[in-house]
């Protein structure tokens, strides 16, 4: 009886498996924030002096790599996704130095009129990016634009004395919870004469809540749902998950309001956690719900600005 050995089929699907990740890694660190902070912190550049042009050329780079090397074909998608968030964000800067969006959300209209500006434009992002998707062949399913599995299981979090994880419809309101508490103390250290005005921004809450919902949708759906879509299923949930998270904390480095290495650190873990719930559950609701909360906190402490 001839016995046929499948070992080297087998180590040729890991070759390839290996080959792939790794590119996945290299393309993510080369298009998240890091070859500009290396640059700008070795004094080569300053942080201004890199451009979105420079992503959007990295990315293109990437996308046409994928068609004359066919071991990292599977990541033609993910990097075609990508590179038209740089693009689709060059289109939102674009669009905001326009007469007719600077005379509805300027600097020079109310706070309630410009910071709903700024989140309206992280929404038209995700919106694009869905159509994009859409175009693509991509179902809803596949880049989660559904409510999502609330009761899955949460892999890792559960209770004391309890051998099940706990499922997501628990575990994403016990992580929202300290997370929001976490931001409260952290912007409290920062301006501790904030809470005496806490009471005049009660008038702003409903509109406040809108925006958080707003940035919620927008960041999971642009940030986090369009790049895992074209991820997970080539590199795995795990390494798919903590590429997009180091993406998403790099990219908080310079600018926003947690930055720094402190800040991208921060970020990084709590895009872990989001990430998770997103392709655990294959929806948006938890993890809308566990961003929104940390928005709500940081856009009531913003607002105190303003009155």
Do not use: C
């Not at 600097?107 to 910071?115: G, Y």
């Not at 998707?133 to 890792?156: E, S």
């Not at 929202?176 to 508490?181: I, N, T």
């Not at 719900?289 to 928005?295: A, E, I, Q």
């Amino acid at each position: 009886m001839t016995t046929i050995s499948t070992t080297p089929g087998r180590q040729a699907v890991t070759a390839r498996s290996t080959i792939v990740i790794a590119a996945a890694w290299i393309g993510t660190l080369l298009l998240s924030r890091l070859p500009q902070i290396i640059l700008s912190e070795l004094g080569i550049i300053t942080s201004s002096d890199w451009k979105l042009l420079w992503w959007i050329i990295i990315g293109t780079v990437l996308f046409a790599l994928t068609y004359v090397w066919q071991s990292v074909k599977p990541l033609r998608g993910y990097f075609l996704i990508m590179t038209m968030i740089y693009v689709i964000t060059g289109g939102r800067l674009l669009l905001e130095q326009t007469s007719i969006w600077i005379s509805w959300f300027g600097p020079e209209r109310s706070w309630l009129n410009s910071f709903f500006g700024e989140r309206l434009a992280v929404v038209l992002i995700a919106l694009a990016l869905v159509g994009i998707l859409a175009l693509m062949g991509q179902k809803r399913q596949d880049y989660f634009l559904t409510y999502g599995n609330v009761n899955a299981p949460a892999p890792g979090l559960r209770l004391p004395r309890r051998e099940k994880p706990l499922p997501w419809l628990i575990a994403g309101p016990l992580i929202a919870l300290p997370l929001s508490a976490l931001m409260a103390a952290g912007t409290l250290a920062i301006n501790p004469q904030a809470v005496a005005k806490i009471t005049e921004v009660f008038p702003l809450l409903p509109a406040i809540f809108v925006f958080a919902l707003m940035n919620a949708f927008g960041e999971e759906v642009a940030f986090r749902a369009a790049p895992l879509s074209q991820l997970w299923k080539v590199v795995g949930k795990r390494q798919a998950v903590w590429m997009t998270a180091l993406w998403f904390g790099l990219g908080h480095y310079y600018g926003g309001i947690s930055f720094g290495a402190i800040g991208a650190v921060y970020l990084t873990l709590v895009a872990v956690l989001f990430g998770k719930a997103m392709v655990e559950t294959k929806g948006l609701a938890v993890p809308i719900f566990m961003h929104l909360w940390g928005d709500v906190v940081l856009y009531i402490f913003m607002a105190l600005g303003s009155v």
